[in-house]
T-cell receptor, first 115, second 109 residues
Framework: NAGVMQNPRHLVRRRGQEARLRCSPMKGHSHVYWYRQLPEEGLKFMVY????????ESGMPKERFSAEFPKEGPSILRIQQVVRGDSAAYFCASSPSAYSNQPQHFGDGTRLSIL | DAKTTQPPSMDCAEGRAANLPCNHSTISGNEYVYWYRQIHSQGPQYIIH???NNETNEMASLIITEDRKSSTLILPHATLRDTAVYYC??????????FGKGTHLIIQP
């Protein structure tokens, strides 16, 4: 999974705090996807972004969750006022384009634990 | 809901070929079949993808039926390090991928 960098690898927050997860895509990739994986479950798509634009946020919870991918710097997934149910692994993937034949490449994720 | 169906688990002897099936009967014409695997605590690793022709790379081979309703991932000489959860998923354009629960492949020594 070299290339897509996520940090931190592990994040512990208390209920009510904010969590900020960062993702730097592979070099040359301008498309970023965020996924969430609950224990013993498959990955669930959350949001798809290009530079400075949210393209598809159909998988994002309606409240407390937001994502951005600024012109400069990494993509950020922000979770406000975290609750125990937010505990999960959050993965970021990137691709060079939106063409069907371009695979997404994943980072090693951020494990979020809510106390 | 996932648009693919996979067996929950499979065993394979080390050194033998591992054949992992996937059903995707509702696949649309422009959707590719993608395979990923996930080893515990790591992110999904891309393996291979195809549209309608069979594909081969250094990791695996992908066989897609002529009607595209199912496919098989082949690991030609499985090793213990191939023990992982293998996901078959469909991708089309800019959509996020939909993952089911995959197949837990266990390579036996």
């Amino acid at each position: 999974n070299a290339g897509v960098m996520q940090n931190p690898r592990h994040l512990v927050r208390r209920r009510g705090q904010e969590a900020r997860l960062r993702c730097s895509p592979m070099k040359g990739h301008s498309h970023v996807y965020w996924y969430r994986q609950l224990p013993e479950e498959g990955l669930k798509f959350m949001v798809y972004l290009q530079k400075e634009n949210i393209i598809d946020e159909s998988g994002m919870p309606k409240e407390r969750f937001s994502a951005e991918f600024p012109k400069e710097g990494p993509s950020i997934l922000r979770i406000q006022q975290v609750v125990r149910g937010d505990s999960a692994a959050y993965f970021c993937a990137s691709s060079p384009s939106a063409y069907s034949n371009q695979p997404q490449h994943f980072g090693d994720g951020t494990r979020l634990s809510i106390l | 809901d996932a648009k693919t169906t996979q067996p929950p688990s499979m065993d394979c002897a080390e050194g033998r070929a591992a054949n992992l099936p996937c059903n995707h009967s509702t696949i649309s014409g422009n959707e590719y079949v993608y395979w990923y695997r996930q080893i515990h605590s790591q992110g999904p690793q891309y393996i291979i993808h195809g549209l309608k022709n069979n594909e081969t790379n250094e990791m695996a081979s992908l066989i897609i039926t002529e009607d595209r309703k199912s496919s098989t991932l082949i690991l030609p000489h499985a090793t213990l390090r191939d023990t992982a959860v293998y996901y078959c998923t469909l991708g089309g354009g800019a959509d996020g991928l939909t993952f089911g629960k995959g197949t837990h492949l266990i390579i036996q020594p």
